[in-house]
C-alpha cells in the first residue's frame, strides 16, 4: 500500500489477556518504529527497527511488551497479560533509513483494556 | 538521557497572530530535528525539517532554525489560521531513533 498500515484500528481486551497489533510499513522502508501516545500525553518511544541491526528495545516498559519484525518488514507487537495502564494509541512508523528521513506515521491502534 | 522540551499548551491565538513555540533538547552530537503535526482526528505527518546547524527547516509558513548553541528548534509563524489548530511535536532524531516532546496543542480562533 502507499502508507504505513496498522491493524486492528480498535481493540478491546479484558485484562489479562494477550493482544497482538501488527504494522505494515512502507515497502522500501529499512526502519519501523513502535510509539504509545496515552490521553492527553506525548509519544513514548518503544522500539526501533533498522535494517538487520539488532533493535533497539530501551523504550520497552516491562517484560510484557515484545516486538518481533519479520523479513524487515511486517511487525508485531505483543503485550502479555494486559493491564488497564496499557490503555493508550500505539502507533508505528517507518522511513527509508532512519537517521535524518521523513517518518511516515500509520493511524494507530487503540487498545482498551478492561 | 536524551530528552525534548516543548512550552506547554494548550495555545489560543486569533486569527493572523504571530506564534511561537519553543523547543529544546538534550543530545550527544548534532541529531537531526524535526516538527511534527497531528490535525484533529489525523495521523501524525511531518511538518518541517533541519538535518545541520543553522538550518531552517520551513513549510506552509512554519519556520524553524537549528540553533546548536541554545540547543533549540523553536517553531514560528507570522500569521496562524484557523486551519493551523493542531497538536505539535518537536522530535530530534537521535542515532535513528525519534525522541518526541510532550506536543503543544494550538487553538486558533476566527
Known amino acids: 500500500g502507499a502508507g504505513v498500515s496498522q491493524s486492528p484500528s480498535n481493540k478491546v481486551t479484558e485484562k489479562g489477556k494477550d493482544v497482538e497489533l501488527r504494522c505494515d510499513p512502507i515497502?522500501?522502508?529499512?526502519?519501523l518504529y513502535w510509539y504509545r501516545q496515552s490521553l492527553g500525553q506525548g509519544l513514548e518511544f518503544l522500539i526501533y527497527?533498522?535494517?538487520?541491526?539488532?533493535?533497539?528495545k530501551s523504550g520497552l516498559p516491562s517484560d510484557r511488551f515484545s516486538a518481533e519484525r519479520t523479513g524487515g518488514s511486517v511487525s508485531t507487537l505483543t503485550i502479555q497479560r494486559t493491564q488497564q495502564e496499557d490503555s493508550a494509541v500505539y502507533l508505528c512508523?517507518?522511513?527509508?533509513?532512519?537517521?535524518?528521513?521523513?517518518?511516515?506515521f500509520g493511524q494507530g491502534t487503540r487498545l482498551t483494556v478492561v | 538521557g536524551n530528552s525534548v522540551t516543548q512550552m506547554e499548551g494548550p495555545v489560543t491565538l486569533s486569527e493572523e497572530a504571530f506564534l511561537t513555540i519553543n523547543c529544546t533538547y538534550t543530545?550527544?552530537?548534532?541529531?537531526?530535528l524535526f516538527w511534527y503535526v497531528q490535525y484533529p482526528g489525523e495521523g501524525l505527518q511531518l511538518l518541517l525539517k533541519?538535518?545541520?546547524?543553522?538550518d531552517k527547516g520551513s513549510n506552509k509558513g512554519f519556520e524553524a532554525t537549528y540553533r546548536k548553541e541554545t540547543t533549540s528548534f523553536h517553531l514560528e509563524k507570522g500569521s496562524v489560521q484557523v486551519s493551523d489548530s493542531a497538536v505539535y511535536f518537536c522530535?530530534?532524531?537521535?542515532?535513528?531513533?525519534?525522541?518526541f516532546g510532550q506536543g503543544t496543542e494550538l487553538s486558533v480562533k476566527p
Open positions: 512508523a517507518s522511513s527509508l533509513e532512519g537517521y535524518g528521513t521523513e517518518a511516515f
Open positions: 527497527f533498522q535494517g538487520n541491526s539488532a533493535p533497539d
Open positions: 543530545a550527544t552530537g548534532y541529531p537531526s
Open positions: 515497502s522500501g522502508h529499512t526502519a
Open positions: 533541519a538535518t545541520k546547524a543553522d
Open positions: 522530535a530530534p532524531n537521535q542515532g535513528g531513533k525519534l525522541i
